[in-house]
């Protein structure tokens, strides 16, 4: 595993694939401050703040903590933003030269992009189940949340990976 300090430092341009999913991101971060603000006032005053692995809510906070989810998701995603143009930090599995060093930052921006729109929808998914679940409009975020939530992380890194490894057979 080789990391930034004697790698290449290079500033990697933006594709439209790059600004679709920004924008996507924002929209979905958008969306998660959105519908807390149109809700608040209906909310009762406890609502469901955590969910066990069936997807099941197992604790009720304040609505006041409804705003939890959306801060944490502006705070990651403006730190996955500023990380996502410097790959030149990142650790890879491979060795990064002046060769192959575009391909792989090329690869690992579109990974970071991909992880962040794929957190920041999952968290606005789980602010609105927490809103209807404390409305009486849902039972709970699914048992099918958390496979799908761990194996699409798993399938990003993966795909991005092989793509890594492409340019290092290369």
Same mark, same amino acid.
């Given at each position: ?9 290079? #500033?990697? #341009?933006?594709? $439209? ?8 991101? =924002?929209?979905? =971060?958008? =969306? +998660? ?10 909310? $009762?005053?406890?609502? $469901?703040?955590?969910?066990?692995? /069936? ?31 410097? $790959?030149? =930090? %990142?650790?890879?599995? +491979?060795?990064?030269?002046? +060769? ?8 690992? #921006? ?7 729109? %794929?957190?920041?929808?999952? %968290? ?12 009486? /409009? ?6 099918? %949340? ?19 490894? /492409?340019?290092? #057979?290369?």
């Amino acid at each position: 595993i080789t990391m930034g300090a004697n790698q290449p430092k290079l #500033k990697i #341009k933006n594709t $439209p694939l790059d600004y679709f999913i920004t924008g996507i991101t =924002l929209i979905a =971060l958008l =969306l +998660t401050f959105i519908l807390p603000a149109l809700n608040f006032d209906i909310l $009762p005053n406890d609502i $469901p703040t955590h969910f066990n692995g /069936k997807g099941e809510p197992d604790n009720y906070s304040s609505k006041q903590s409804i705003w939890l989810l959306p801060f944490i998701s502006l705070l990651m995603t403006a730190g996955l933003f500023w990380l996502r143009n410097k $790959p030149y =930090l %990142f650790n890879y599995p +491979t060795t990064v030269n002046d +060769t192959n060093a575009t391909h792989i930052y090329r690869v690992s #921006k579109t990974m970071v992009g991909f992880i962040t729109v %794929f957190i920041v929808i999952s %968290f606005l998914y789980i602010t609105s189940q927490s809103i209807a679940m404390a409305l009486d /409009k849902s039972q709970g975020l699914g048992n099918w %949340f958390l496979p799908v939530f761990i194996g699409g992380l798993l399938l990003i890194l993966i795909c991005s990976l092989s793509q890594m490894n /492409k340019a290092y #057979k290369a």
